[in-house]
């Protein structure tokens, strides 16, 4: 079923709690904690700590055709550089998979992070407007319970 139309929302902490925490970092001199979602569901996993760099979409409505899941472990995304970037979110639908009927969606500000909570149904990393270079912070076995991909009923949704 082709979701409704779906229109990118400014990420706060509060419509994003469902799925996470909004990752702010502190406007004055201080430290924030954001432990709340951070989970690691396998005694066995080890905490992974990645850079990634992505070209940005190149513009015009972006074609969302999956979504992915880490089953067993939060992940954490701390942007290293002020880029916009789309985060996508979904709850799981009764049959399994994510429930993209009411999917979120939401354009995360330059300097905002986000960690998705364990078995939390999300867009692969998107960028916005220039290449985005992001910490990522998860645990790991090594095994396909690491990362589960999954099509769902294309559809494109818009930026501004
Ligand atoms: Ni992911």
């Keep these: 079923m082709t979701p409704r139309p779906l229109i990118p929302q400014h990420l706060t902490p509060g419509a994003f ?6 990752l702010d970092v502190p ?16 005694a066995h996993a080890w905490p992974s700590l990645s850079l990634s760099c992505k070209d940005p979409h ?4 972006l074609r969302v055709r999956q979504m992915e899941r880490h089953a067993f472990s939060s992940q954490s995304f701390v942007p290293l550089g002020p880029v916009r970037w789309l985060v996508l979110v979904a709850p799981h639908a009764a049959a399994g998979g994510p429930d993209m ?26 960028v916005l407007d220039a290449p985005g270079r992001f910490a990522v912070m ?8 690491d990362e589960e991909f999954v099509d769902v009923t294309p559809f494109d949704l818009m930026f501004d």
Aim: hydrophobic share 30%; aromatic share 12%; net charge negative.
């Design 58 to 61: 190149p513009g015009g409505p």
């Design 101 to 126: 009927t009411r999917a979120a969606a939401f354009i995360a500000a330059p300097g905002q992070g986000v960690t998705y909570g364990a078995d939390v149904w999300h867009h692969p990393l998107t």
């Design 138 to 145: 998860m645990w790991r076995d090594g095994t396909e319970g």
């Design 17 to 22: 709690a469902p799925y996470g925490e909004v």
């Design 27 to 42: 406007e004055q001199p201080g430290r924030l904690y954001y432990e709340r979602t951070l989970a690691s569901h396998r």
